[in-house]
């Protein structure tokens, strides 16, 4: 179990002089201010490193970091926000977990950036941003290395604008959400062997195809042609949910049937209330006898309702 971070007791500067090293282990930051941890984050060492911490609507934009920074096996809760910092060195967020809003929107890495087998869950209204549109990269420009190998989007995510020109690698990265890959530049040297697991979900169809666009710029033919037969999955279910709704015309598909406690609970009464209808008013409210079973229609309840409203 974490242990709430304390300055006094935790930040041990003459030990983390001797090793060239911060390194906090097991601690939550949930209540400590987004500036204390910026200082910590800034400190100078050349390591510095939160294992197993827990933060809590982290924001520390606009920040630049020189040394090399871990947040390993991490959890960041609520709304976590990094956008526009410059990474001068080598960074990992390594297995951590993001709940909630993630921003990595416009940053710069001059490094090694490793996100790998991190997890974005869903929260309420979680969304994973790693946006890149206000980056724009010169001639000079010498592209490092990122990775998502094996990590796993449940929240939808975007890389709109980003520019993956460096050894950039999406192997075995889950995406089980929407993803945005709107405008993205991807370098010969990337690794793009995904796994998709959001069927289902609206304009998903959308995503595939603006993700093998940004692949058939670069030649990418084999997870192309793979992002097509996707496409054409979703094509086909479309089309049959299409037909199946012009041949089965609304008055032709079976009633939903009921209980006598679910018509109960759908009515705002108790069964036996039903039971004695069925004995004493046979006529008040339609039922189904199915051998021995009674069975109440959704429409005749719903027809019962708008028959007894009030004012009407």
């Given at each position: 179990?974490?242990?709430?971070?304390?300055?006094?007791?935790?930040?041990?500067?003459?030990?983390?002089?001797?090793?060239?090293?911060?390194?906090?282990?097991?601690?939550?930051?949930?209540?400590?201010?987004?500036?204390?941890?910026?200082?910590?984050?800034?400190?100078?060492?050349?390591?510095?490193?939160?294992?197993?911490?827990?933060?809590?609507?982290?924001?520390?934009?606009?920040?630049?970091?020189?040394?090399?920074?871990?947040?390993?096996?991490?959890?960041?809760?609520?709304?976590?926000?990094?956008?526009?910092?410059?990474?001068?060195?080598?960074?990992?967020?390594?297995?951590?977990?993001?709940?909630?809003?993630?921003?990595?929107?416009?940053?710069?890495?001059?490094?090694?950036?490793?996100?790998?087998?991190?997890?974005?869950?869903?929260?309420?209204?979680?969304?994973?941003?790693?946006?890149?549109?206000?980056?724009?990269?010169?001639?000079?420009?010498?592209?490092?290395?990122?990775?998502?190998?094996?990590?796993?989007?449940e929240t939808e995510v975007?890389?709109?604008?980003?520019?993956?020109?460096?050894?950039?690698?999406?192997?075995?990265?889950?995406?089980?959400?929407?993803?945005?890959?709107?405008?993205?530049?991807?370098?010969?040297?990337?690794?793009?062997?995904?796994?998709?697991?959001?069927?289902?979900?609206?304009?998903?169809?959308?995503?595939?195809?603006?993700?093998?666009?940004?692949?058939?710029?670069?030649?990418?033919?084999?997870?192309?042609?793979?992002?097509?037969?996707?496409?054409?999955?979703?094509?086909?279910?479309?089309?049959?949910?299409s037909d199946l709704e012009?041949?089965?015309?609304?008055?032709?598909?079976?009633?939903?049937?009921?209980?006598?406690?679910?018509?109960?609970?759908?009515?705002?009464?108790?069964?036996?209330?039903?039971?004695?209808?069925?004995?004493?008013?046979?006529?008040?409210?339609?039922?189904?006898?199915?051998?021995?079973?009674?069975?109440?229609?959704?429409?005749?309840?719903?027809?019962?309702?708008?028959?007894?409203?009030?004012?009407?």
């Amino acid at each position: 179990m974490a242990k709430t971070y304390n300055r006094e007791k935790h930040f041990d500067i003459d030990y983390f002089r001797a090793k060239n090293l911060a390194f906090f282990d097991t601690l939550d930051f949930s209540s400590v201010s987004n500036e204390e941890i910026r200082q910590i984050a800034t400190s100078g060492f050349p390591e510095i490193e939160f294992y197993q911490c827990i933060f809590k609507d982290l924001d520390l934009s606009g920040t630049e970091f020189h040394s090399k920074l871990r947040f390993t096996q991490c959890e960041f809760s609520g709304n976590t926000s990094f956008e526009k910092c410059i990474f001068h060195n080598h960074t990992s967020f390594m297995h951590s977990v993001f709940n909630g809003i993630t921003n990595f929107n416009n940053i710069v890495y001059e490094k090694t950036l490793d996100f790998d087998r991190i997890h974005t869950k869903p929260a309420k209204g979680g969304y994973f941003y790693f946006r890149g549109d206000e980056v724009r990269v010169d001639a000079d420009y010498d592209p490092h290395s990122i990775s998502f190998g094996n990590a796993v989007f449940e929240t939808e995510v975007s890389f709109l604008g980003n520019q993956f020109l460096g050894d950039s690698n999406f192997q075995d990265a889950v995406f089980k959400n929407k993803f945005w890959f709107t405008n993205v530049d991807f370098g010969l040297k990337t690794n793009i062997d995904v796994k998709f697991d959001c069927d289902g979900f609206k304009d998903i169809d959308k995503c595939y195809r603006i993700l093998k666009d940004a692949l058939m710029r670069k030649n990418y033919t084999l997870q192309s042609h793979a992002i097509e037969r996707l496409e054409e999955q979703v094509r086909k279910k479309k089309l049959k949910t299409s037909d199946l709704e012009q041949k089965e015309p609304e008055h032709n598909k079976p009633s939903e049937l009921l209980t006598t406690e679910e018509a109960a609970a759908y009515l705002k009464l108790k069964p036996n209330t039903l039971e004695r209808w069925r004995s004493q008013y046979p006529h008040r409210l339609p039922f189904v006898k199915i051998g021995r079973t009674v069975k109440y229609r959704l429409e005749d309840l719903q027809a019962f309702i708008s028959g007894n409203r009030q004012g009407s």
